[in-house]
């Protein structure tokens, strides 16, 4: 991380922060697709086998992923980053690298779907204890640690929901009990929202959705400190989750723009959202950014924006939103979000039968 860039609009840091990245000229990032590289002599092939930084193979890591991961952290104020293949990916190895065989975590009970199929579905197998929370009340995290906590994860604001945890109390208390955390910041960006600002030790990305943009690549990312992100790093290179450096390459063009288009996102969310809450339709509207909201005070403290994400209930019920998905013009009925394209979706028919509870409105 570069302090003296701490100053700078987030839509300048994404632009300036590589731009003395390499001593190729051109204006814009350059693709490295080889999966390996040459080694001068001894010397050079100690540099280039170093964990984390080094780039012997792209399994361990890219000129273009690590330059990728550069502005990453740069923009989440980090002292390094890294990519893997999907949000996904990211998480998973993250949980899998800061947990072992009989430690227990702390996560919500409102998040990702996949998060929570990864968590009770694949780390409950080989040992790790999940307990899910009301992740409004910081004192439902505290009850819940105990002597085997090592980990809190949290998602804020949670998808599909857009319930928010608060970052700093969370942090602070984590801290204080030398427990880790670490937040998935997908639905915030950078722009709008920094975790480590607030304590958190490390911060997870789908960089599918807004970072990326465009719907055209898929993409994950993790910034954190360099001993934590090294830690995951040795697990990602062990399990092969590394990012493809075409999609990393995609991704940093479109994080270029990430700062002009969550602008409009930002405003796109509101108005969509405040026009829902006067529909006589509509039983319920999610969003931060509305006044309504029981958690409007703590947007506003952590937030600088509030997504282009709205999730909505009708009151003629479950059934009904099939009928209204079916008679929308402009969005797109898709799982996608964060790119060019107004999408929409029922979280609860979209994961079926995947997960417990899936059609409850906890899923939305």
């Not at 502005?71 to 990916?89: D, H, I, K, N, P």
């Not at 819940?144 to 857009?162: G, V």
């Not at 639905?187 to 030790?201: C, F, K, M, W, Y």
Request: aromatic letters at 6%; proline letters at 4%.
């Amino acid at each position: 991380m570069n302090p003296s860039l701490d100053h700078l609009a987030p839509s300048t840091v994404a632009i300036l922060t590589d731009r003395d990245y390499s001593e190729e000229l051109g204006i814009s990032a350059d693709l490295h697709q080889s999966v390996g590289y040459v080694f001068l002599n001894d010397e050079h092939k100690a540099e280039l086998t170093r964990p984390l930084t080094g780039m012997s193979y792209t399994r361990r890591n890219n000129p273009t992923s690590a330059r990728f991961a550069k502005v990453m952290a740069q923009l989440e104020r980090a002292e390094t980053g890294m990519t893997f293949a999907s949000g996904v990916g990211a998480i998973a190895t993250t949980l899998t690298a800061l947990t072992d065989a009989g430690d227990h975590l702390v996560a919500q009970a409102s998040q990702f779907a996949e998060t929570t199929r990864f968590m009770e579905g694949v780390l409950g197998k080989y040992g790790v204890q999940t307990t899910r929370v009301d992740q409004t009340s910081v004192d439902a995290f505290e009850r819940a640690i105990t002597r085997h906590t090592k980990l809190i994860y949290i998602e804020t604001p949670s998808n599909p929901l857009l319930h928010l945890t608060d970052l700093k109390a969370i942090a602070d208390m984590a801290k204080a009990k030398g427990i880790v955390t670490v937040a998935d910041n997908t639905l915030a960006t950078p722009v709008n929202q920094r975790p480590h600002e607030s304590g958190i030790d490390i911060v997870v990305h789908s960089v599918t959705k807004y970072i990326g943009g465009h719907n055209d690549l898929m993409a994950g990312c993790v910034t954190g400190s360099r001993e934590l992100v090294e830690r995951i790093w040795d697990t990602s290179y062990t399990t092969g989750a590394a990012g493809a450096p075409f999609n990393t390459w995609l991704a940093l063009r479109g994080i270029r723009t990430l700062g002009l288009r969550m602008k409009q996102h930002n405003a796109n969310g509101h108005a969509i959202a405040a026009c829902l809450e006067r529909h006589p339709a509509v039983k319920a509207v999610y969003y931060p950014g509305l006044e309504s909201h029981p958690q409007h005070e703590l947007a506003k403290r952590q937030m600088s924006g509030f997504g282009g994400v709205v999730t909505f209930e009708l009151r003629s019920g479950y059934d009904a939103a099939h009928r209204f998905i079916e008679q929308l013009k402009i969005p797109t009925h898709s799982g996608g979000l964060g790119g060019i394209n107004s999408t929409v979706l029922q979280p609860a028919s979209f994961f079926g039968n995947r997960l417990p509870g899936s059609g409850s409105p906890r899923w939305g």
